[in-house]
DNA sequence: AAATTTTTTGACCGATTGGAAAAATTCTAG
DNA sequence: CTAGAATTTTTCCAATCGGTCAAAAAATTT
């Protein structure tokens, strides 16, 4: 029948600002320093308030953390769900790797709590990963299964094709820092996210693309 | 002249090992939490020791934090100091990408303490990224923009393609939980560093082999 | 304006944190 | 064995941690 977070929530239109603005500290201080690493304090000065005050609105440290990953995962997810079966394979692929390349950009926080919650063994996603996550990897595999099996697409494992895609985009939000460094001044502006977009597109579509 | 730490340094051999144990419990906990979400009691009952018996090989927290994130940076880039120049182009790019998988799979611990590190802004680096590791990046980028020009490899952004062999390679050790959780029991043993490296083989040859 | 509800604050709590000091122990050399 | 050095343990500390509580202050309703 639902917890008691939801049936008592009439919550106003001030109390939905603070907890939103709650959350944006949260995401901000969370995904430097992990769940383990981060202070209420820390989260409470960055929302602009007292920790009392943060408490008023989340009463613990995890009721915080909580809904940011359930968030993220969800949103994490979408672009993979928006792979179309009936579509043209290789733009299918390619949109699907902009877009997730367009996430790193444009959510690089939210990249980084993902990727803190992985290295630490992801505790907040309990049995998800193997549930939702798995579903629907499986599906989207056996979608690019059949596209191999069609010859529209070179033959290869599309689990560790969806592996590639992740790791090459969230690549860009997560190690930002070593990113940045190694382009340098110049090359290291936003106008990397075009050069990126533009290599992993050759490398995938042209390592992809049948040789007929 | 060297710091207090060089000057005093007799370190017999019981000294030694006590500090590697110390050393490799760290890097079990580091890895996972981060520097800031690691306690020292949790790296010293790790060690099998109290405490305060562990400050006394190392002073503070950093002081056990620092040499491993020297000793990794090190490790971590010797592959990519062993691409050689003057050996086979495709050949040189596929066992670079073999050697940098297989420290995924032998030292995944090592993987996640960088990416931790990364993702808090890397600290640690301090200047660093922005030269050893930058030179060091600029020089092979150079020898694998030589190999376009001579049309052994096909034209692309190389730092971008060197980014893209970090990011598939280390996913396996930083997202190690995501990805056996969507291969599933029968195919995320350690047969998935076989199946991924043919994959990343795959994409990486198929997608750099010109087209003459 | 009075009454009531919501929000914020200040003081505080026990537990944990990184670390210091010194006593107690163990090891080693003569 | 014994003096001295190296190691470990016990005790302790101030700061910070996550979190509570009651009272003050604002906002809202009547």
Redesign the interface.
């Known amino acids: 029948m639902g917890t008691d977070t939801d049936t008592a929530k009439p919550a106003t239109r001030i109390q939905r600002e603070k907890q939103e603005a709650i959350l944006e500290a949260a995401l901000d201080v969370f995904?430097?320093?992990?769940?383990?690493?981060?202070t209420i304090d820390q989260i409470a000065e960055a929302a602009g308030m007292s920790k009392p005050n943060l408490l008023y609105y989340f009463k613990s440290k995890e009721d915080i953390h909580a809904p940011l990953l359930a968030r993220i995962l969800d949103t994490w997810l979408q672009p993979l769900r928006e792979l179309d079966a009936h579509g043209d394979p290789l733009p299918e692929i390619q949109s699907y790797i902009r877009r997730k390349l367009e996430m790193s950009r444009d959510f690089p926080r939210e990249s980084?709590l993902f990727?803190?919650e992985?290295?630490?063994?992801?505790p907040g996603f309990h049995g998800v990963?193997?549930t939702d996550?798995?579903k629907l990897?499986d599906e989207k595999a056996e979608v690019i299964r059949s596209w191999m099996a069609q010859g529209k697409i070179?033959k290869?494992?599309p689990?560790?094709?969806i592996?590639?895609i992740?790791?090459?985009t969230?690549?860009?939000a997560?190690?930002d820092?070593?990113?940045r460094?190694?382009?340098?001044k110049e090359?290291g502006g936003e106008g990397r996210f075009e050069?990126?977009a533009?290599?992993?597109d050759?490398?995938?579509l042209?390592?992809?693309k049948p040789k007929n």
């Open positions: 995904s430097q320093y992990g769940f383990r690493g981060s980084r990727a803190n992985m290295l630490r063994g992801a990963l193997h996550l798995k990897v070179v290869c494992d689990y560790h094709l592996f590639s992740w790791a090459t969230q690549h860009y997560d190690f820092i070593q990113v460094a190694v382009l340098g090359r050069d990126a533009r290599f992993l050759q490398l995938f042209h390592g992809l």
